[in-house]
């Protein structure tokens, strides 16, 4: 028994004597001079019963990555956050397509500062006609985007009351010198007042009394003879419309704003299209903006990238209106 204390003693200082290295790895290099014990390999000590624990210990943990710190993960042998890292997001392996960030561990469209993601693309809240103030607020008819508000520039006299829609206060019996100021049925709207359609109030012509307010053959005054289709109305031929403004079924009209009665009364503009100078013009929808009289996606246009005539050098890309490299 003595023997054998003896022989293992001798055995465990000629492998800690013959130790080249110990690594992080756990790993143990034994001289080449050491002799096998009566339990050990050549080459290697006799550890006894002692040996088999420790040595297959040191060698699983041989080439392990380290543990990473709360929070990360490890990925191809380095610690990443997967909430927010673009190569990793949501999980090893999982990239983000260009032009995508990592945010809460899914991938999200990267917009520019000045631009807010709405239904997969970038667009400016400010000026975007289908995105304006907020995603999905779209300005219809005639209106534009304007600040982050669908506003409409009225000509002739006119003036919006209700949204993205011209009329004229001075004709219109809704709004009757001003916004909301309706007439009664029995009213009309004259010169921005409410008054009757046929006013109190006869004159005698020929021999008869009659209302020149709105007989239509003495409208206005005796033998004044009113063929108009809106007829006499409170002494005048139809209705009478400042400036610039066409008569449409007894309504001013601005013919050359109106889609309605675009160019002239009836002429009726497509859907999707609006009336500017009095001609009906394709409105573009979905972010893009019209450059040269088309509808153009500033967004990926290399041609106009980002603003109308912005051309891109043919070695970059258009991204979210950036000249970028591919």
Known sequence: ?????????????????????WGCGGSVVVGAGDTAGSGGAAGQPDLGGLSD??????????????????????????????DVD?????????ACAPGET?????????????????????????????????????????CMCYAGTCLLECAGGATTCSPCTCV???????????????????EICSAGQCVLKCPGGFTKCDGKFVQTS????????????????????????????????SVCGCKCTWTQGDPANCGGCGKACAPGETCSAGKCESQCSGGSVKCGGKCIDTQTDPANCG??????PSWLHCTQGLCQIP
Do not use: F, I
């Open 1 to 21: 028994m003595a023997t054998r204390q003896h022989g293992l003693l001798a055995a465990l200082a000629a492998a800690t004597m013959g130790v080249s290295g």
């Open 53 to 82: 624990g420790h040595e297959d210990g040191l060698a699983a943990g041989a080439g392990s990555p380290a543990a990473c710190p709360p929070g990360l993960t490890a990925c191809s042998g380095d610690c990443v956050d997967t």
């Open 86 to 94: 673009p190569a990793n997001c949501g999980g090893c392996g999982k």
């Open 102 to 142: 990592c945010s809460a561990g899914k991938c999200v469209l990267q917009c520019p500062d000045d631009a807010t993601e709405c239904g997969g693309k970038c667009v400016n809240l400010y000026a975007d006609n289908d995105n304006c103030g907020s995603c999905g607020v779209a300005c219809t008819n005639q």
């Open 168 to 186: 004229w206060t001075d004709a219109d019996p809704a709004d009757c010198g001003g916004c909301g100021k309706a007439c009664a049925p029995d």
């Open 214 to 245: 709105c007989d239509p053959d003495n409208c206005g005054s005796c033998g004044a003879v009113c063929s108009h289709p809106c007829g006499c109305v409170a002494g005048m031929c139809g209705p009478e419309c400042a400036g610039g403004v």
């Open 307 to 312: 603003a109308c005539g912005v051309a891109c």
